[in-house]
């Protein structure tokens, strides 16, 4: 996407130095920039280095000569505003509202329609302090956009999370975000595993982390719809704009499930969370006794854990619904033959009513931890096939954003492996 309005505000980051490189590719690619730059930026670049590569010159100071305005007018002309590099000071300042300098008027004057996209750069432990984290937190909420910054050696000499995304990441990311949807789909996104507790500090539970639930849900806002993520507490968030709620149990889970789509309407449903098949009836010691849920088993005790079966979720998540949507489930196997798999999928079409499947094996692991994956549709043809998470997003993504009654391309028929939810 070329010849948007970008606005480029600099924070007093050494990484700046790489955020010129952005703006450089950004008006080689097109875009028309501008820039404000923080004087603590400036200690670190020169205005005319910006003012080269823009044409345009840099703003810095609130209260300058003819800029008493330049907070609404800049962000009612940018299409979108980029942060680049974003400092711990500058996000903390955003999510306290701060609006006492020039930036931090922008932010508060910003229409929250347009994107505004954050790319963080500081030593390892300001990113990871807990006070930076629940400013993160609270601008996610607000809508902002992460690109989150690469692990490795700081400028500092320090290693770990917290350097500047690379040019080419940050210029994608932005372009993303520009790119709006034909139609605005709102879409709920489950992710992650349920924990059913044995006693009041152990759980039954299984590996899942919520990866794959919160990538699809970051591709879905990003490309500007709405997005509702509803994942197991201790799951991977999204990196997006997108509403997040969490559950713990089945229980929690289907509560959140019957509020969510009672409140609808959803024009899609994906549903990635690893739901547990049984939850825990009674715990019986060697005694002989029941133990309640909420007590602690004595180190040592050999309980006899009675089960009881959950019903599928996935069967009920229409009669949940005042209005059609979308369904897409998806189905785990271990070392499935093709025509084991197969089976198992035509029996969740059946008893599921989806329009789509996602199937996984997890023998079809590859060593760096991917998975292929299999979009099927209800006819056993396949609707879109993936080589990782990242394809599977993007290729959800397109499908939800088709008109409703449509016939997917079919790819690579050959594979029946999918993705780990």
């Known amino acids: 996407m070329s010849g948007s309005n970008l606005l480029v505000i600099f924070t007093g980051s050494i990484a700046a130095y790489k955020g010129c490189e952005v703006v450089s590719r950004l008006v080689q690619r097109g875009h028309r920039v501008r820039c404000v730059a923080t004087p603590s930026a400036l200690k670190f670049i020169g205005p005319a280095t910006l003012e080269g590569l823009t044409g345009s010159p840099v703003l810095s100071d609130a209260f300058a000569p003819g800029s008493a305005l330049e907070h609404i007018a800049l962000t009612r002309w940018a299409d979108a505003v980029l942060v680049c590099p974003a400092t711990a000071n500058t996000l903390n300042r955003f999510a306290a509202g701060l609006g006492d300098d020039l930036v931090g008027a922008l932010f508060l004057a910003h229409d929250r329609a347009k994107p505004w996209l954050v790319a963080p750069a500081m030593n390892p432990a300001m990113w990871s302090h807990p ?3 629940a400013a993160v937190e609270r601008l996610r909420g607000w809508g ?3 690109i989150n910054p690469a692990s490795g050696r700081t400028a500092c000499g320090e290693t770990g999370e917290g350097r500047l995304a690379e040019p080419e990441t940050i210029v994608g990311a932005v372009e993303t975000a520009l790119a ?13 595993g349920t924990a059913e507790p044995v006693d009041g500090v152990r759980v039954l ?30 799951a991977i968030a999204a990196d997006g704009p997108c509403r997040e709620e969490t559950f713990v149990t089945f229980a929690q889970l289907e509560a959140g499930l019957r509020r969510l789509l009672a409140a609808g309407p959803f024009d899609a449903v994906i549903h990635a969370a690893a739901v547990s098949d049984y939850r825990v009836d009674t715990v019986v010691l060697a005694d002989g006794t029941a133990l309640a849920t909420s007590g602690k088993m004595a180190s040592g005790e050999a309980p006899v854990l009675k089960l009881r079966a959950n019903p599928r979720l996935v069967d009920q998540l229409r009669g949940w619904s005042r209005t059609p949507f979308t369904l897409v489930a998806f189905k785990l196997t271990h070392g499935a033959e093709t025509g084991q798999a197969a089976d198992a999928v035509k029996k969740l079409f059946a008893h599921s009513g989806a329009d789509y499947v996602v199937h996984n094996d997890l023998a079809a692991r590859h060593a760096d931890g991917s998975f292929p994956a299999d979009i099927l549709q209800s006819d056993g043809s396949v609707a879109a096939h993936c080589t990782n998470r990242s394809a599977l997003a993007d290729e959800l993504t397109r499908l939800v954003g088709e008109p409703t009654n449509r016939k997917s391309r079919i790819e690579n028929p050959q594979s029946s492996h999918a993705l780990d939810p």
């Open 131 to 133: 006070a930076t984290g």
């Open 144 to 146: 902002v956009r992460f």
């Open 180 to 192: 709006s949807p034909a139609k605005r789909r709102r879409v709920l996104v489950t992710a992650g």
């Open 205 to 234: 539970t299984n590996t899942s982390t919520g990866a794959t639930g919160a990538l699809i849900a970051t591709h879905l806002s990003r490309a500007g719809h709405d997005v509702v993520l509803l994942r197991a507490q201790n």
